[in-house]
């Protein structure tokens, strides 16, 4: 379990992420969201956002692409580095490197 932000166009929404052995949580008081980790295509952990905004330089990127939609959280570096063992990054069912 970790705090991070949601990133949505130009919000961030702080969420608590939790993983378990099938699904990903985000939620918040006012959200409750999941994806089943059958249904995530793409995991990667970046420095930089899609929309190329900049971010808190202590932060990285956790981005989830699912049925060609991309989703966005952004984690302290320590605890992307953790998540980054717990997720590993993988592209289209291959494993890829952490950036």
Do not use: C
Request: charged content about 25%.
């Amino acid at each position: 379990v970790a705090r991070a932000d949601y990133v949505e166009g130009a919000e961030k929404i702080p969420v608590a992420l939790a993983l378990t052995n099938d699904a990903l949580y985000y939620e918040n008081p006012d959200l409750e969201a999941s994806f089943e980790l059958s249904r995530i295509d793409e995991i990667e952990y970046s420095d930089e956002l899609m929309t190329g905004k900049t971010h808190d330089p202590h932060t990285q990127v956790l981005r989830l692409r699912s049925h060609g939609a991309a989703f966005e959280f952004l984690l302290e570096r320590a605890e992307a580095q953790k998540w980054s063992v717990a997720l590993p990054p993988r592209q289209m069912g291959s494993v890829v490197r952490a950036s």
